[in-house]
């Protein structure tokens, strides 16, 4: 079974910065694609980053040149670096995995963005 563990969510004032991170345990296979998407009440979950295990990138426009995903592969470990929040930006964060050898996808808990000043 695989386990998404996040951490890093919380409060900050409009233009501040926080960092999501994300542990992944278990059988996660050698090859995956990690993200974070986001949902706010009422709303779709989208899309905000992912990063393959090669480092592949994608980023929902309106993150693009605020928000940096990166990975550490030896910790299975995914981090969402986000400066200049908006907003716009509050959600509920989480966590995914999809392993690329069968198409198994997993989800985080997820965690609470609050932007306001």
């Known amino acids: 079974q695989v386990q998404l563990v996040e951490s890093g969510g919380g409060s900050v004032q409009p233009g501040g910065s926080l960092r999501l991170s994300c542990a992944a345990s278990?059988?996660?296979?050698?090859?995956?694609?990690m993200g974070w998407y986001r949902q706010i009440l009422g709303n779709q979950r989208e899309l905000v980053a992912r990063?393959?295990?090669?480092?592949?990138?994608n980023y929902l426009d309106s993150v693009k040149g605020r928000f940096t995903i990166s990975r550490d592969n030896a910790k299975n470990t995914i981090y969402l670096q986000m400066n200049s929040l908006k907003p716009s930006d509050a959600a509920v964060y989480y966590c995914?995995?999809?392993?690329?050898?069968?198409?198994?996808?997993?989800w985080g808990q997820g965690t609470q963005v609050t932007v306001s000043s």
């Open positions: 278990g059988n996660i296979g050698s090859i995956n694609v």
């Open positions: 990063i393959t295990t090669f480092g592949t990138t």
């Open positions: 995914n995995l999809i392993v690329t050898s069968d198409g198994e996808t997993y």
